[in-house]
């Protein structure tokens, strides 16, 4: 009995590292330079949604902006719709994105909207970056 306590003891000891050590992290970059970063994503299962949080990247700030949003699977596990909103207002507009991704690299097309009109604007592309390369100023 000794041995079973101190097993199970020992399983939720480690569980919360076992749960971190699956969640990675996630890199994307638009058409126009700007790399998203989201920290610690979860696994993401058909008919399922996860939240999304990041820092925004941009060459020309200098400095990082957080984003918040949340990724949901269809069914089918075909495809993953992404929206997220990134807080700049010291460096210009905050806005949203939204976009249809394929993987779980979270990579796609979709569209911004920089005005708060809640109206895509641009059109974006995201492409998938390892965040190896990725500098946070």
């Known amino acids: 009995m000794k041995r079973y306590v101190l097993g199970v003891f020992s399983f939720f000891l480690f569980l919360p590292f076992a749960c971190e050590a699956a969640a990675k992290d996630i890199c994307v970059m638009s058409d126009s330079g700007i790399i998203i970063i989201f920290k610690k994503v979860a696994d993401l299962k058909p008919a399922d949604v ?16 957080p984003c918040v949003g949340a990724a949901a699977m269809n069914a089918g596990g075909s495809s993953i719709q992404v929206g997220i909103y990134c807080h700049t207002m010291v460096a210009g507009n905050s806005f949203t994105w939204a976009w249809t991704a394929k993987d779980d690299t979270l990579a796609g097309v979709g569209v911004d909207d920089e005005d708060g009109d ?4 641009d059109a974006v592309t995201l492409s998938s970056v390892d965040c190896g390369t990725v500098r946070v100023p």
């Not at 996860?50 to 902006?65: E, K, R």
């Not at 809640?118 to 604007?121: F, R, T």
Request: hydrophobic share 40%.
């Open 50 to 65: 996860i939240p999304l949080t990041g820092l925004y990247v941009a060459t020309v700030s200098g400095a990082p902006f």
């Open 118 to 121: 809640y109206k895509g604007e």
